[in-house]
T-cell receptor, first 108, second 116 residues
Framework: QKEVEQNSGPLSVPEGAIASLNCTYSDRGSQSFFWYRQYSGKSPELIMFIYSNGDKEDGRFTAQLNKASQYVSLLIRDSQPSDSATYLCAPLGQNFVFGPGTRLSVLP | GAVVSQHPSWVICKSGTSVKIECRSLDFQATTMFWYRQFPKQSLMLMATSNEGSKATYEQGVEKDKFLINHASLTLSTLTVTSAHPEDSSFYIC????????????FGPGTRLTVL
């Protein structure tokens, strides 16, 4: 089993819809979970992080964490074409591990 | 947020030459810096982790004699690609972490290396 798994996509959603990005991880020792956004040809930028079970909201973004299920997700409300990018999930356990990323395409 | 810079942003070199890439944390002290490589349409690949003042820890399959990493201060790490070849052409990205509660990594803008 890979350490971090994400659906590679592309995930296509219409503008204004909710985009749901999912991530599963294998290291039960992971304490913090980060979501990064990477535009094509650019380096990743931090969107948000979460370390407690439940939901964490920041603007249009909501991160959801379920440590028992080893699952973390990112919801993007009112998706915009500018949200089109690759989203990387990164659990932090003993080491920092990036998932392969999910490519999101928001269609105008 | 914290700012990390890289220099140069783009470099073209001849096969067999060496290239040095600098990574600087501009407004915080980075206890740990990471070097990644990313080929087109592929995910980030961690090459090595370096802590200030100590030797870098390389990931499996990464040649430490080819990719020399120096982390001499809390704000500067360098990656030198020695005897570069066309297959080393890639996007090299550094990130820095100050540790602390959240321990997030802040990424530099990346360096695009093309070896002719």
């Amino acid at each position: 089993q890979k350490e971090v798994e994400q659906n590679s996509g592309p995930l296509s959603v219409p503008e204004g819809a909710i985009a749901s990005l999912n991530c599963t991880y294998s290291d039960r020792g992971s304490q913090s979970f980060f979501w990064y956004r990477q535009y094509s040809g650019k380096s990743p930028e931090l969107i948000m992080f979460i370390y407690s079970n439940g939901d964490k909201e920041d603007g249009r973004f909501t991160a959801q964490l379920n440590k028992a299920s080893q699952y973390v997700s990112l919801l993007i409300r009112d998706s915009q074409p500018s949200d089109s990018a690759t989203y990387l999930c990164a659990p932090l356990g003993q080491n920092f591990v990036f998932g392969p990323g999910t490519r999101l395409s928001v269609l105008p | 947020g914290a700012v990390v810079s890289q220099h140069p942003s783009w470099v073209i070199c001849k096969s067999g030459t060496s290239v040095k890439i600098e990574c600087r944390s501009l407004d915080f002290q980075a206890t740990t810096m990471f070097w990644y490589r990313q080929f087109p349409k592929q995910s980030l690949m961690l090459m090595a982790t370096s802590n200030e003042g100590s030797k870098a820890t390389y990931e499996q399959g990464v040649e430490k004699d080819k990719f020399l990493i120096n982390h001499a201060s809390l704000t500067l790490s360098t990656l030198t690609v020695t005897s570069a070849h066309p297959e080393d052409s890639s996007f090299y990205i550094c990130s820095a972490s100050s540790g602390g509660v959240s321990n997030e990594q802040f990424f530099g803008p990346g360096t695009r290396l093309t070896v002719l």
